[in-house]
Protein backbone atom coordinates (compact mmCIF):
# COMPACT_ATOMS: atom_id res chain seq x y z
CA UNK A 1 0.00 0.00 0.00
CA UNK A 2 2.84 2.72 0.93
CA UNK A 3 4.38 1.69 -2.23
CA UNK A 4 1.37 2.20 -4.44
CA UNK A 5 1.04 5.93 -2.50
CA UNK A 6 4.56 6.52 -2.93
CA UNK A 7 4.52 5.77 -7.00
CA UNK A 8 1.46 8.20 -6.82
CA UNK A 9 3.06 10.52 -5.30
CA UNK A 10 6.53 10.15 -7.61
CA UNK A 11 4.48 10.11 -10.93
CA UNK A 12 2.41 13.38 -9.52
CA UNK A 13 5.59 15.55 -9.37
CA UNK A 14 6.94 14.29 -12.62
CA UNK A 15 3.48 15.63 -13.87
CA UNK A 16 3.83 19.12 -12.42
CA UNK A 17 7.17 19.14 -13.28
CA UNK A 18 6.79 18.58 -17.27
CA UNK A 19 4.15 21.19 -17.62
CA UNK A 20 6.28 23.82 -15.32
CA UNK A 21 9.26 23.07 -18.24
CA UNK A 22 6.54 23.23 -21.02
CA UNK A 23 5.23 26.79 -19.79
CA UNK A 24 8.66 28.01 -19.68
CA UNK A 25 10.06 26.98 -22.70
CA UNK A 26 6.84 28.19 -24.29
CA UNK A 27 7.28 31.53 -22.89
CA UNK A 28 11.36 31.47 -24.05
CA UNK A 29 10.12 30.80 -27.83
CA UNK A 30 7.29 33.30 -27.71
CA UNK A 31 10.13 35.81 -25.88
CA UNK A 32 12.55 35.22 -29.05
CA UNK A 33 10.16 35.56 -31.42
CA UNK A 34 9.13 39.17 -30.85
CA UNK A 35 10.96 41.89 -33.47
CA UNK A 36 14.71 42.77 -32.21
CA UNK A 37 15.57 47.04 -33.03
CA UNK A 38 18.21 48.42 -33.00
CA UNK A 39 19.06 52.40 -33.94
CA UNK A 40 22.88 53.90 -35.21
CA UNK A 41 23.90 56.93 -36.89
CA UNK A 42 27.25 56.46 -38.92
CA UNK A 43 29.04 59.43 -37.02
CA UNK A 44 27.96 60.49 -33.62
CA UNK A 45 30.54 63.23 -33.59
CA UNK A 46 30.34 65.64 -36.95
CA UNK A 47 30.52 69.31 -37.82
CA UNK A 48 28.13 71.95 -39.46
CA UNK A 49 26.57 71.45 -42.15
CA UNK A 50 27.84 67.35 -42.69
CA UNK A 51 25.10 64.78 -43.33
CA UNK A 52 24.39 62.42 -40.89
CA UNK A 53 23.23 58.57 -41.84
CA UNK A 54 20.66 57.98 -39.18
CA UNK A 55 19.43 54.20 -39.19
CA UNK A 56 16.64 51.72 -37.56
CA UNK A 57 17.14 48.32 -38.21
CA UNK A 58 13.90 46.02 -37.07
CA UNK A 59 14.68 42.03 -37.15
CA UNK A 60 11.19 40.10 -37.10
CA UNK A 61 10.22 36.17 -38.78
CA UNK A 62 7.11 35.94 -41.07
CA UNK A 63 3.99 36.27 -39.84
CA UNK A 64 4.29 38.82 -37.78
CA UNK A 65 2.95 41.82 -38.73
CA UNK A 66 5.57 45.22 -38.26
CA UNK A 67 3.92 48.19 -38.68
CA UNK A 68 6.05 51.49 -40.19
CA UNK A 69 7.00 54.28 -37.68
CA UNK A 70 5.44 57.83 -38.01
CA UNK A 71 7.66 60.21 -40.35
CA UNK A 72 8.68 63.93 -38.86
CA UNK A 73 10.12 66.34 -41.07
CA UNK A 74 12.88 66.48 -38.08
CA UNK A 75 13.92 64.08 -35.41
CA UNK A 76 15.33 65.71 -32.04
CA UNK A 77 16.25 69.01 -33.45
CA UNK A 78 17.91 67.37 -36.43
CA UNK A 79 16.64 68.44 -40.12
CA UNK A 80 15.55 65.34 -42.21
CA UNK A 81 16.84 65.68 -45.52
CA UNK A 82 15.95 62.48 -47.18
CA UNK A 83 14.38 59.21 -46.04
CA UNK A 84 13.50 55.23 -47.23
CA UNK A 85 12.78 51.83 -46.57
CA UNK A 86 14.39 48.67 -47.67
CA UNK A 87 13.94 45.18 -46.67
CA UNK A 88 14.99 41.65 -47.38
CA UNK A 89 14.09 38.09 -46.31
CA UNK A 90 16.68 35.20 -46.23
CA UNK A 91 15.85 31.50 -46.49
CA UNK A 92 14.80 30.56 -42.62
CA UNK A 93 11.99 33.37 -43.63
CA UNK A 94 13.53 36.24 -40.86
CA UNK A 95 12.89 39.66 -42.31
CA UNK A 96 15.13 42.51 -41.93
CA UNK A 97 13.59 46.09 -42.74
CA UNK A 98 15.91 48.84 -42.84
CA UNK A 99 14.19 52.43 -42.19
CA UNK A 100 17.12 55.06 -42.79
CA UNK A 101 16.94 58.69 -42.72
CA UNK A 102 19.58 61.56 -44.29
CA UNK A 103 19.86 64.25 -41.30
CA UNK A 104 21.47 67.44 -41.16
CA UNK A 105 21.67 70.54 -38.95
CA UNK A 106 23.27 73.99 -39.01
CA UNK A 107 23.57 74.56 -35.28
CA UNK A 108 26.43 73.39 -32.52
CA UNK A 109 25.42 71.48 -29.90
CA UNK A 110 24.34 68.29 -28.73
CA UNK A 111 21.20 66.27 -30.53
CA UNK A 112 19.61 63.21 -28.70
CA UNK A 113 17.51 61.51 -31.40
CA UNK A 114 14.06 60.00 -29.28
CA UNK A 115 13.34 56.64 -29.38
CA UNK A 116 10.51 55.17 -31.70
CA UNK A 117 7.56 53.25 -31.13
CA UNK A 118 8.10 50.09 -33.11
CA UNK A 119 4.50 48.37 -33.17
CA UNK A 120 3.68 45.02 -33.97
CA UNK A 121 1.41 42.02 -33.99
CA UNK A 122 2.56 38.91 -32.95
CA UNK A 123 -1.02 37.34 -35.29
CA UNK A 124 -3.57 39.38 -37.30
CA UNK A 125 -6.11 39.02 -34.68
CA UNK A 126 -3.73 40.16 -31.65
CA UNK A 127 -3.31 43.36 -30.10
CA UNK A 128 -0.53 45.94 -30.82
CA UNK A 129 2.22 45.54 -28.82
CA UNK A 130 5.37 47.98 -28.85
CA UNK A 131 8.82 48.36 -28.90
CA UNK A 132 11.33 51.14 -28.50
CA UNK A 133 14.30 52.09 -30.35
CA UNK A 134 17.58 53.33 -28.23
CA UNK A 135 18.11 56.98 -28.00
CA UNK A 136 21.17 58.01 -30.34
CA UNK A 137 23.67 60.62 -28.90
CA UNK A 138 25.04 62.82 -31.56
CA UNK A 139 27.69 66.52 -31.12
CA UNK A 140 28.03 69.09 -33.84
CA UNK A 141 30.59 70.89 -34.05
CA UNK A 142 32.18 74.17 -35.08
CA UNK A 143 34.52 73.80 -38.01
CA UNK A 144 37.01 76.62 -36.49
CA UNK A 145 39.57 75.98 -35.07
CA UNK A 146 39.62 75.57 -31.34
CA UNK A 147 43.24 76.74 -30.84
CA UNK A 148 43.01 79.91 -32.73
CA UNK A 149 42.18 83.10 -30.56
CA UNK A 150 39.49 85.13 -31.83
CA UNK A 151 41.11 88.62 -30.43
CA UNK A 152 44.67 89.25 -32.37
CA UNK A 153 47.29 91.78 -30.83
CA UNK A 154 47.46 95.23 -32.22
CA UNK A 155 50.16 95.90 -34.61
CA UNK A 156 52.07 99.63 -33.85
CA UNK A 157 51.24 102.23 -35.86
CA UNK A 158 52.53 103.27 -38.66
CA UNK A 159 54.61 106.50 -38.66
CA UNK A 160 53.52 109.05 -41.55
CA UNK A 161 55.40 111.94 -43.25
CA UNK A 162 53.87 115.14 -42.17
CA UNK A 163 54.34 116.41 -45.77
CA UNK A 164 51.56 114.00 -46.89
CA UNK A 165 49.48 114.04 -43.27
CA UNK A 166 47.11 117.33 -44.95
CA UNK A 167 46.60 115.81 -47.70
CA UNK A 168 45.83 112.26 -46.05
CA UNK A 169 43.47 113.96 -44.48
CA UNK A 170 42.05 115.71 -47.32
CA UNK A 171 41.46 112.73 -49.81
CA UNK A 172 39.43 110.59 -46.64
CA UNK A 173 37.04 113.41 -46.05
CA UNK A 174 35.82 113.58 -49.74
CA UNK A 175 35.59 110.00 -49.93
CA UNK A 176 33.61 110.09 -46.76
CA UNK A 177 31.29 112.21 -47.97
CA UNK A 178 30.89 111.25 -51.60
CA UNK A 179 30.26 107.45 -49.42
CA UNK A 180 27.71 109.32 -47.51
CA UNK A 181 26.04 110.31 -50.54
CA UNK A 182 25.87 107.26 -52.43
CA UNK A 183 24.55 105.57 -49.56
CA UNK A 184 21.87 107.92 -49.05
CA UNK A 185 20.83 107.89 -52.65
CA UNK A 186 20.65 104.13 -52.89
CA UNK A 187 18.69 103.88 -49.78
CA UNK A 188 16.66 106.29 -51.33
CA UNK A 189 16.25 104.59 -55.25
CA UNK A 190 15.93 101.11 -52.81
CA UNK A 191 12.93 102.46 -50.69
CA UNK A 192 11.03 103.81 -54.26
CA UNK A 193 11.53 101.05 -55.98
CA UNK A 194 10.24 98.67 -53.15
CA UNK A 195 7.03 101.10 -52.64
CA UNK A 196 6.23 100.72 -56.19
CA UNK A 197 6.69 97.30 -56.94
CA UNK A 198 6.15 95.20 -53.96
CA UNK A 199 3.93 92.57 -55.24
CA UNK A 200 0.83 91.25 -53.79
CA UNK A 201 1.70 87.83 -52.28
CA UNK A 202 -0.18 85.24 -53.82
CA UNK A 203 -3.50 83.14 -52.30
CA UNK A 204 -2.44 79.83 -51.26
CA UNK A 205 -4.66 78.68 -53.40
CA UNK A 206 -2.60 79.50 -56.42
CA UNK A 207 0.98 78.60 -55.00
CA UNK A 208 -0.73 75.06 -54.83
CA UNK A 209 -1.84 75.01 -58.32
CA UNK A 210 2.19 76.45 -59.12
CA UNK A 211 3.45 73.79 -56.91
CA UNK A 212 1.31 70.94 -58.43
CA UNK A 213 2.04 71.69 -62.60
CA UNK A 214 6.00 71.75 -61.47
CA UNK A 215 5.76 68.47 -59.76
CA UNK A 216 4.25 66.78 -63.20
CA UNK A 217 7.11 68.86 -64.69
CA UNK A 218 9.58 67.13 -63.16
CA UNK A 219 8.07 63.27 -64.35
CA UNK A 220 9.79 61.55 -61.03
CA UNK A 221 6.36 58.93 -61.83
CA UNK A 222 8.61 57.79 -65.52
CA UNK A 223 11.91 57.92 -63.19
CA UNK A 224 10.65 55.52 -61.11
CA UNK A 225 10.90 57.94 -58.13
CA UNK A 226 7.45 57.01 -56.71
CA UNK A 227 7.69 57.73 -52.96
CA UNK A 228 9.39 60.86 -53.96
CA UNK A 229 6.61 62.06 -56.09
CA UNK A 230 3.87 60.87 -52.68
CA UNK A 231 6.40 63.15 -50.75
CA UNK A 232 6.14 65.66 -52.70
CA UNK A 233 2.30 65.88 -53.68
CA UNK A 234 1.08 65.27 -50.11
CA UNK A 235 3.64 68.18 -48.54
CA UNK A 236 1.88 70.07 -51.47
CA UNK A 237 -1.83 69.51 -49.36
CA UNK A 238 -0.13 70.27 -46.28
CA UNK A 239 1.38 73.24 -46.56
CA UNK A 240 -2.05 74.48 -48.83
CA UNK A 241 -3.88 73.24 -45.49
CA UNK A 242 -1.28 75.32 -43.40
CA UNK A 243 -1.87 78.59 -45.85
CA UNK A 244 -5.70 78.31 -46.36
CA UNK A 245 -7.29 77.40 -43.05
CA UNK A 246 -4.68 77.84 -40.56
CA UNK A 247 -3.98 74.36 -39.47
CA UNK A 248 -1.04 73.07 -38.42
CA UNK A 249 -0.48 70.13 -40.84
CA UNK A 250 2.90 70.43 -41.80
CA UNK A 251 4.54 70.09 -38.71
CA UNK A 252 2.38 67.66 -37.56
CA UNK A 253 2.26 63.36 -38.15
CA UNK A 254 -1.18 62.23 -40.33
CA UNK A 255 -2.24 60.73 -36.98
CA UNK A 256 -1.78 63.96 -35.07
CA UNK A 257 -3.22 66.31 -37.82
CA UNK A 258 -6.59 64.07 -38.60
CA UNK A 259 -7.49 64.22 -34.97
CA UNK A 260 -7.28 67.76 -34.74
CA UNK A 261 -8.91 67.68 -38.85
CA UNK A 262 -12.42 66.28 -36.74
CA UNK A 263 -12.72 68.90 -34.52
CA UNK A 264 -12.25 71.74 -36.52
CA UNK A 265 -15.14 73.94 -37.94
CA UNK A 266 -13.18 75.08 -40.80
CA UNK A 267 -13.70 72.27 -43.06
CA UNK A 268 -16.85 70.70 -44.33
CA UNK A 269 -16.75 66.45 -43.74
CA UNK A 270 -16.58 65.66 -47.40
CA UNK A 271 -13.49 67.77 -47.07
CA UNK A 272 -11.94 66.47 -44.26
CA UNK A 273 -12.79 62.46 -45.91
CA UNK A 274 -11.09 63.54 -49.16
CA UNK A 275 -8.03 64.98 -47.12
CA UNK A 276 -7.76 61.94 -44.51
CA UNK A 277 -8.58 59.01 -47.66
CA UNK A 278 -5.98 61.24 -49.54
CA UNK A 279 -2.94 61.45 -47.05
CA UNK A 280 -3.45 57.66 -45.57
CA UNK A 281 -2.89 56.75 -49.24
CA UNK A 282 0.41 59.00 -49.47
CA UNK A 283 1.65 57.20 -45.84
CA UNK A 284 0.91 53.88 -47.53
CA UNK A 285 3.22 54.23 -50.37
CA UNK A 286 5.70 56.60 -48.44
CA UNK A 287 6.32 54.08 -44.99
CA UNK A 288 4.26 51.02 -45.96
CA UNK A 289 6.30 50.00 -49.08
CA UNK A 290 3.09 49.78 -51.32
CA UNK A 291 3.04 50.04 -55.06
CA UNK A 292 0.88 52.19 -56.58
CA UNK A 293 -0.62 51.68 -59.78
CA UNK A 294 -1.04 54.20 -62.31
CA UNK A 295 -4.73 54.71 -61.97
CA UNK A 296 -4.18 55.23 -58.13
CA UNK A 297 -1.38 57.66 -59.11
CA UNK A 298 -3.35 59.76 -61.25
CA UNK A 299 -6.48 59.42 -58.79
CA UNK A 300 -3.89 60.95 -55.55
CA UNK A 301 -3.09 64.03 -58.21
CA UNK A 302 -6.70 64.51 -59.13
CA UNK A 303 -8.05 64.66 -55.38
CA UNK A 304 -5.08 67.11 -54.14
CA UNK A 305 -6.50 69.01 -57.26
CA UNK A 306 -10.25 68.69 -56.20
CA UNK A 307 -9.48 70.12 -52.24
CA UNK A 308 -7.88 73.10 -53.88
CA UNK A 309 -10.79 73.24 -56.43
CA UNK A 310 -13.27 72.98 -53.81
CA UNK A 311 -12.06 75.24 -50.90
CA UNK A 312 -10.21 77.90 -52.47
CA UNK A 313 -10.63 81.38 -51.40
CA UNK A 314 -12.71 82.95 -53.94
CA UNK A 315 -12.14 86.93 -54.55
CA UNK A 316 -14.60 89.56 -54.24
CA UNK A 317 -14.32 90.15 -58.40
CA UNK A 318 -15.68 86.77 -58.82
CA UNK A 319 -18.10 86.97 -56.41
CA UNK A 320 -19.55 89.83 -58.35
CA UNK A 321 -19.33 87.84 -61.37
CA UNK A 322 -21.16 85.03 -60.09
Given at each position: ???????????????????????????????????????????????????????????????????????????????VEDFGIEESIN????????????????????????????????????????????????????????????????????????????????????????????????????????????????????????????????????????????????????????????????????????????????????????????????????????????????????????????????????????
Amino acid sequence: MNKIIRYGIFILIVLVYAEYIYAARKTLVEGDSRPHVNANVDKAKVTIGDKINYKITVDFLEGIEVLPPEIKDELGGLAVEDFGIEESINEKGEITREIWYVLETFNVGSYIIPAFDIKYKMKPEAEEAVVKTPEVFIEVVTILDENASDVRGIKPPVAISKSYFRLYIIIAIVFGVLAIAATIILLYRGKKKEIEFVPAPLPAHQIAYNELENLRALNLISEGRIKEYYYRLSNIVRYYIESRFKLMAPERTTEEFLAEMTVTDRLEGVHKELISNFLEHCDMVKFAAYGPDSREIENSFDSATKLVDETREVSEKEVSVR
